[in-house]
């Protein structure tokens, strides 16, 4: 429903697409990623959803009633 709409209006405008589900999600390391101390850290999924997509682009937060 929702989520199918943000993509067809992405695809409309010519803008990258990503979605980030918050279903459970309790912390923001997910999103904001690890911190580079740590070995193994990653960027979150904001950033690599910039970095595939580019900085103009429609990004959805799913499920965002159901983070914890």
């Not at 950033?47 to 580019?54: H, K």
């Amino acid at each position: 429903g929702k989520t199918t709409i943000a993509i067809k209006v992405a695809e409309s405008l010519g803008l990258g697409f990503g979605k980030i589900s918050l279903a459970g999600v309790s912390d923001a390391v997910p999103i904001n990623g690890s911190s580079i101390v740590y070995k193994g850290s990653e960027p979150g999924q904001l950033a690599q959803i910039v970095s595939d997509q580019g900085l103009h682009s429609l990004i959805v937060f799913d499920e965002i009633d159901k983070t914890t």
